[in-house]
């Protein structure tokens, strides 16, 4: 039986309305509405945070847009089927308005810089309409996404609380923090030049290369940063998917140095306990029936898995280094092959967007040692199948945890963002990641971006790999001891589920106090 939908503003849809669970639970329920950022990395970690917060008996409403709802609306289905009160509430996306092709309404459809940059500014537009959203449901609580620091001052007008999502951890929070407080690579005048970070609970190395652009020197992005900062001082907490036992130091030092609310929660993909849920977490796939029945294919413990995430994107030369190291490893893998940047220097047609080496694909068919995944792959249920014994990654926050969460030891190639930072907790403090020695902060390649060779990438996965070496056999150790306390930390009496426990009760007393003043 369909749920009732209530009238709708001229300018609102709930769509596909066959497949929307917008329903109107009764009165009195603690009402949360969540607004995520449209990036596969802010947005799957969110929503997996949304439903479980409707899993502990709160109304949940996740405000987003046509194409970014189907990504997870038979997730949210099934919730709302089982008795949770959970819905979609969908507003138009202004393509014509931003200049965006229609139906492009997350970071990792835009093919270009250029578009990237357009449906950033398509985001904000729909800034006023997402305000009048808040102030006619007038929900008990708002998370918001970071990146929506204007929520902060909504909460404010209707003195409820707004909690900021943070889609990294608690580690790259302090490193970031250290940065901006000590700026000690002011100091440095070599881009390649180790320094430590300063104020740490460990010692940590970078290199002026493998800062973001930001911290370096001012951009266009500077003034939202400095935004974001703020509204994050102005909010009553920062939500954050990890788990305790990951980085315990980093997150008592986050409160204890900013003196901010924060809340462990994760990992959330663990939220996932069925098949369905693992399989349509993120965009729709082709391949996950063949990608799974070819590791059953496989040996335990013979394959690695290859991903570097759904914004990236590698030159022709980059890509054709990854093949040939792959297949010199003497190693079984799966690679998910993202889209390639273009060269300036050939005419490439638009069918080519998928490049590989010529052949290539047909060889490892025939040979069985490997398989390709062009675009989006069921990452979770990859990583927890057995054959799985490694994974090489660009260090994206989800990507680490899901990888923690399966036990995996890690090949680690940052490439932006906050990927570097989370490289450094992999590799120096955890200490179960192998460098793939990637040093320089880009956020899309292009002709001239830095080459890493095929001979640095084949020692990382050789090294992965092997059973020999000491120091990685300890590595596999360290991260299947990670894997156990990631699922404990989600379960009852678990770290997550605690500090989960603790935030609902203040969000509810914060209510309580909120109507007090009122009546006086």
């Not at 014509?96 to 492009?104: D, E, I, S």
């Not at 000590?182 to 970070?197: A, G, K, L, N, Q």
Request: proline share 7%.
């Amino acid at each position: 039986m369909l749920p009732h939908f209530p009238p709708l503003p001229s300018n609102l849809s709930f769509f596909p309305p066959i497949l929307n669970m917008a329903a109107q639970p009764e009165d009195g329920l603690f009402h949360v509405m969540f607004l995520p950022y449209m990036a596969p990395g802010h947005m799957m970690p969110m929503v997996d945070m949304a439903r479980l917060f409707a899993a502990n008996g709160l109304k949940v409403t996740i405000i987003t847009t046509p194409s970014n709802s189907t990504t997870f609306n038979h997730s949210i289905d099934r919730d709302f089927n089982s008795g949770r009160h959970i819905s979609l509430l969908i507003i138009p996306f202004p393509s014509a308005k931003a200049g965006v092709p229609l139906g492009c309404e997350n970071l990792s459809a835009a093919p270009t810089p250029e578009i990237s940059i357009k449906l950033h500014h398509g985001i904000g537009m729909l800034e006023p309409e997402i305000t009048k959203l808040f102030r006619n449901h007038r929900p008990n609580c708002i998370v918001s996404d970071y990146l929506f620091p204007w929520t902060v001052d909504v909460a404010n007008e209707l003195g409820i609380p707004r909690l900021a999502f943070s889609g990294s951890g608690f580690f790259n929070l302090c490193v970031s923090q250290s940065i901006e407080k000590y700026r000690p690579h002011d100091s440095i005048s070599s881009e390649t030049e180790r320094f430590v970070v300063p104020g740490l609970p460990d010692q940590v190395l970078l290199t002026k290369s493998q800062l973001p652009d930001i911290v370096k020197s001012t951009t266009d992005f500077s003034h939202l940063f400095d935004k974001l900062k703020e509204a994050e001082k102005k909010s009553f907490g920062v939500l954050v998917n990890s788990f305790y036992e990951l980085e315990p130091a980093y997150a008592d030092h986050f409160t204890n140095v900013t003196g901010i609310k924060a809340w462990h929660l994760g990992p959330v993909s663990l939220f996932n306990k069925h098949t369905d849920d693992k399989i349509e977490r993120g965009e729709k796939t082709a391949s996950k029936h063949s990608c799974l029945h070819w590791l059953d294919s496989r040996k335990p413990n013979s394959v690695i898995y290859v991903c570097f995430g759904s914004l990236n994107r590698f030159s022709r030369d980059q890509t054709l280094e990854i093949a040939c190291a792959l297949e010199n490893s003497g190693h079984s893998f799966i690679w998910v092959v993202g889209k390639v940047v273009k060269s300036n220097k050939e005419n490439v047609n638009n069918e080519e967007e998928w490049w590989l080496p010529e052949g290539f694909e047909d060889k490892l068919k025939k040979k069985g040692e490997g398989m390709i995944i062009k675009g989006w792959a069921p990452q979770v249920l990859i990583l927890e199948h057995p054959a799985i014994k490694g994974f090489l990654t660009h260090c994206g926050w989800n990507s680490v945890l899901e990888g923690v969460s399966a036990g995996l030891p890690m090949v680690t190639w940052p490439l932006f963002a906050d990927q570097f930072y989370n490289e450094k907790l992999v590799t120096q403090v955890v200490k179960f990641g192998i460098p793939a020695g990637n040093e320089n902060w880009k956020i899309w390649a292009s002709d001239d971006s830095p080459c890493l060779s095929r001979k640095h990438i084949e020692i990382a996965v050789r090294r992965l790999m092997s059973d020999k070496e000491e120091e990685v056999v300890e590595m596999r150790k360290r991260a299947g001891r990670l894997a156990e306390l990631a699922k404990k930390a989600m379960e009852k009496c678990g770290s997550s589920s605690n500090d989960l426990s603790s935030l609902l009760q203040e969000i509810r007393m914060y209510k309580q106090i909120a109507a007090e003043k009122a009546a006086t």
